[in-house]
């Protein structure tokens, strides 16, 4: 009973990690595709340099969320895995 409830746990977490990476992913592109559009600057920054910021900040949103619930390891950037590659245990 105590381990279906951790895996259901575990199978929420995954889906909001997975909700939160499409958040991700489309408000970079959003933002990125503004600024190929407008050629907008901020603070005299100018936009190729802010777009090299917006895909930092992707990256480094994606290392901190795309990982197992379970062992916290990295999962496979792009893959929407149905068992973690790592652990074995069931995301959806
Ligand atoms: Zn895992």
């Given at each position: 009973m105590a381990d279906e409830e951790h895996l259901r746990q575990i199978i929420r977490s995954f889906r909001r990690r997975l909700r939160q990476q499409y958040a991700i992913g489309l408000t970079g592109l959003a933002a990125i595709l503004c600024l190929a559009i407008t050629s907008t600057t901020l603070f005299g920054v100018s936009a190729p340099a802010l777009a090299l910021l917006v895909l930092l900040l992707m990256a480094a949103l994606t290392l901190w969320?795309?990982?197992?619930?379970?062992?916290n390891r990295l999962l496979r950037i792009g893959s929407k895995p149905v068992v973690c590659p790592h652990c074995g245990t069931q995301l959806r």
């Amino acid at each position: 009973m105590a381990d279906e409830e951790h895996l259901r746990q575990i199978i929420r977490s995954f889906r909001r990690r997975l909700r939160q990476q499409y958040a991700i992913g489309l408000t970079g592109l959003a933002a990125i595709l503004c600024l190929a559009i407008t050629s907008t600057t901020l603070f005299g920054v100018s936009a190729p340099a802010l777009a090299l910021l917006v895909l930092l900040l992707m990256a480094a949103l994606t290392l901190w969320n795309w990982r197992c619930p379970a062992c916290n390891r990295l999962l496979r950037i792009g893959s929407k895995p149905v068992v973690c590659p790592h652990c074995g245990t069931q995301l959806r």
